[in-house]
Each structure stands twice: as C-alpha cells, then as structure tokens.
C-alpha cells in the first residue's frame, strides 16, 4: 500500500505560510498519471538478517535508537535492527499530512511521529497519527531566511532535530534559537527550554543542527563554520569559527566524548575543554576538487560523518571521482593534552591524513560523482548514494535528470605477504562488493539488518517523460533490486534530500514536497 498524504493541488506548501491545523480532513497529493505506470516491479522479499556488528550504543541524553534523529542514532549509521516493508502491503488507501516536505521523522515512545515539516516560508513542528498521517498538534517555527541562498538545499532551522530522553524535540530555529519542545496530553506543544544564540551566532547565519554529548551537553553547527556548546544547567554558549569553512550537514558523536564535524575541507574530531568549549582534538583535510558538484549543497563532502564501530568514522570527499574514505577516530596519546589546528592542506596537513586514513575507494566515474547524502555503515561496510546532477529550484521540481547509482563497499584486511608475518597496526583495505544502476536523486537510503534489504528512493528515467516516484529495495548481499513500488507520479512526490525512515510496525515513511508518503 502507499498512502498518500494531504496536500493542496498547488504550490500552497512553498509560499502560502499555513500550517498543518489538527483534524483538518485528509487531501490527497495530486497523483493524475498514477494508472500509466507500473505499481510494482520485481518480487516479494524473503527476508534474510545481515549481521551488521555491534549496535550502536544509545546515548542517554536521546530517544532510544533507532528513533531519536533522522540518521537512526548517534553514530549516523542509517541502520536498524527492525524490519522494513517486503513489497507485499495493502493496495492504494488514503492519508493524511501536513502540505510541507515532513523529511527528518522521529517516533515517540507511544509510536507517534514528531517531525518538522518545512515549506519555503518556514518550517512547522508537528505531532503525527502513524497510521493515518493526521496532524493531531503543530507549532509554527520562526520564517526562513532564504535570501541568496537556494531555499531547497539549505538544511538550517529545523531541517535536523533530534528527540531527548523525555520525548521533547529539540530544534533549532531560523532566529538563532535551540528550543526544547515537549508534547502536552491535548495533545499540543510546550516550550520547555528556550537557548538564544544571538548574542554568539551573527544574524542570517543559519544553524544547522544541534545535539548532545555523553554528557548532556548541546553542540550545534552552522552553516558559516561556526561550531558551539550550550551548558543546559548555566545556558552558557562557547563557540569556535573554523575560519574560511561552512558546514552543511549534521555530524555525529560517540561515548568517549568526540563529535565528529566535517566542514566542506576537513574532517574534525572535537572534544570539550574543561569549561565545555570545543577544543579540535584532531583535523584532517580530505581531497577535494573544489567544485561545487550539482548534486551537493557546498563544494565539499556531502556526508554527514558515520561512525564504524569503536574505532572509524568515514566520510565520502569531494575528488573527482569521489571516494568513500573510512579514517580512525581515536586520540593519539600524546594529542590528548592539546592539539594545535592543522592550518591548510599542504604537507604536514597531507601526512597527518594519510596517518590517520584507514583506507579509501573511488565510486562512480569521473566527472559524474557527487553526494550530499550520509553513508550507510555497519561495523565493516558501507554504502554510497549518486546524486551527481540533481539540480532542484523553483523552475523544476524534478530536480532534473541524476547518473546512478548505489554501491557498496566493505573494510577489510589486508593479507601479508606469503612467508612473511604483518608486524605492527593492521593494514586495511576499501573493498567494492558490488554496484546498482538504480537512480537515487536525493534520498538517505536505509538499512535493515534484520532482513537484508537496503531502502533507496528511485526516479527511474522514462521515455514517456512521466515524473514517476519509487520505493525500491536492494539486496543487501549483491546488490540486485528485489522490488520497486510506485510512490506516486508528479513533483510533489519528490522527497528533495530526505530520508526513508522505517517504523516501529516496520512501514516506511518518505518525506515529499508535498508532505510524507507511507508505505507498509
């Protein structure tokens, strides 16, 4: 089944600044060349469990994983240990949602959906049914600040949220604001804690995302390269300016204390000082060709940072062709007293790199790859999305046409030489298992551990010029397409950078310009 969710037959959602009002009727989204396409393709999934390695621990300043943040956990790893759809769910029924791209999705422990559903205007926080995509509370956010900047590829002020430890939303705003947001029993929304940044971060600086240490503490991003805490018992903010680096993407945190940031010409590990300012514990520069490929918001990595295990954290760069680049993410003991800035790329910077980098791989062809989407990671593989030539605006919602595909690559180790024995740290390798032709734009794909099955969102080229929209699921083993089910047709069923989110009963969700399709 697919339900569709409500919108109005116009660009209502981009401009006309009305929020989803709880109890309004469902809407379907215009879908008028649904019964010119094919509804499924391939087969039904048999599902078979992939052992991805240890669970990512949760922290205990969020919702349990996997419903705390758009990436799953605090690891950023795409990953659940729940099933997804099979390709065997109900036919066509109706829904109901909000007339906004709903693209970060977070469940609540009664199984409710809080999301943030934005529109070019502003974003709107909201409390979903989800069954039947009823808003059943919203809370307007502050309006967007969109000038100079192309509006559908700017992730500030509400795009990335996460859920705390006691089911509130925490979020930033589009006036430099961290809100704290809990649900009342109405139900309806309550501001609980309210950070104002203005002071520290300049005005039209958007905050990208925020989210909490191992030990409560808020850090956030913005999209000018500022990097912040906020102590939430004193409300003190202490930032740090990576000078001449934006940041467009959210990042990721582990138990030890690091948080991992990726700016568009380093990858980062900070730590916090005694007084809770960020301190950078280590800074390496990854190759970049300096173009700001069509497919990426910045001319850097596009990835949000994923973490592998106890000891990598990987990236995608910006090289042309574009590698997966898996780096290791401890201290060195003697980097642990105080560890100056790198500076720019140049020798020192290329050796500190090369000391640091467990190994890499070039994906997809030269001049035709780019992401702007996180990496799927289990504890040993990864996966990387294509998105090079999605190029959204307000004169084509399709985005254009985008080069597939998807592929996967694993972490090995190297085999030493016969007769002789490896002394020393392992040597590894980046391992291509194997690649898909599908067509992904521009969505974070998924993985479920539990049946083997990787959840993308395709816009397969047609000849016939329809604009048509799939769930497709992959194997996970060999990468084969297992089955691909219609979406809808049009571009309000583009999902324009949001994720496939599974749910608790195992559906998945899909944030579209025109509100969230689900898909049992």
């Not at 106890?310 to 401890?330: E, F, G, L, Q, S």
């Not at 030269?366 to 593989?381: H, P, V």
Request: positive net charge; contains cysteine; hydrophobic residues 35%.
């Amino acid at each position: 089944m697919v339900a569709i969710l409500v919108v109005v037959a116009s660009l209502a959602w981009a401009g006309s600044g009305a929020a989803q009002t709880p109890g309004v009727p469902p809407v379907p989204i215009p879908d008028l060349q649904r019964g010119s396409v094919p509804q499924f393709e391939g087969k039904t999934a048999t599902p078979k469990r992939v052992d991805g390695g240890p669970a990512p621990p949760r922290n205990p300043f969020m919702a349990p994983n996997p419903r705390n943040n758009i990436h799953d956990d605090p690891y950023m790893s795409d990953t659940y240990r729940r099933s997804g759809p099979l390709g065997d769910g109900p036919e066509l029924s109706m829904a109901n949602a909000p007339p906004r791209e709903c693209g970060s999705i977070t469940f609540d422990s009664a199984g409710r959906i809080v999301t943030v559903c934005v529109g070019i205007d502003r974003p709107v926080l909201a409390l979903l049914d989800p069954h039947s995509l009823q808003t059943l509370a919203a809370m307007p956010l502050p309006l967007r600040n969109v000038s100079g900047a192309n509006p559908f590829n700017d992730f500030s002020g509400g795009g990335y949220f996460f859920l705390d430890q006691r089911d509130r939303a925490v979020v930033p705003t589009n006036d430099r604001h961290v809100l704290v947001v809990q649900v009342t029993k109405a139900p309806g929304f309550q501001v609980v804690a309210d950070y104002d940044l203005s002071a520290k971060i300049p005005q039209g600086e958007g905050i990208v995302s925020v989210l909490p240490d191992w030990s409560g503490r808020l850090w956030f991003v913005t999209r000018q390269g500022l990097v912040g805490t906020i102590d939430r018992s004193t409300g003190a903010v202490r930032v740090r300016r990576l000078s001449g680096e934006g940041i467009s993407n959210s990042f990721a945190v582990d138990q030890t204390g690091g948080v991992y940031i990726v700016s568009d010409k380093a990858l980062y590990r900070f730590d916090a000082k005694r007084n809770g300012a960020p301190r950078v514990s280590w800074r390496v520069v990854y190759p970049n060709s300096g173009i700001h490929k069509p497919g990426q918001s910045d001319a850097g990595s596009g990835t949000t940072p994923t973490l592998m295990g106890k000891k990598w954290v990987a990236i995608t760069d910006n090289a042309d062709p574009m590698h997966v680049v898996v780096y290791r993410r401890t201290i060195k003991a003697k980097a642990k007293k105080r560890t100056k800035h790198a500076g720019s790329a140049g020798a020192k910077a290329k050796k500190k790199a090369k000391g640091r980098r467990v190994c890499q791989a070039a994906v997809f062809a030269k001049g035709a790859s780019a992401t702007d989407n996180s990496l799927i990671g289990t504890d040993r593989s990864l996966i990387a999305e294509n998105n090079y030539g999605y190029k959204i605006s307000a004169s084509d919602l399709t985005g254009g046409p985008t080069t597939p595909g998807l592929t996967r690559i694993d972490v090995v180790k190297k085999k030493a030489k016969k007769g002789k024995k490896r002394k020393g740290r392992a040597k590894f390798r980046c391992r291509t298992v194997w690649k898909s032709n599908e067509r992904a734009p521009s969505v974070v794909p998924k993985l479920s551990l539990r049946n083997g099955l990787v959840y993308t969102y395709t816009h397969p080229a047609r000849s016939d010029g329809i604009d048509a929209w799939y769930l497709t699921a992959l194997n996970f083993r060999n990468g084969k397409t297992v089955y691909r089910r219609l979406a809808g047709t049009g571009t309000f069923f583009n999902n324009n950078y949001a994720p496939v989110t599974l749910g608790p009963d195992s559906t998945a969700y899909v944030g579209v310009l025109g509100g969230v399709v689900e898909l049992p």
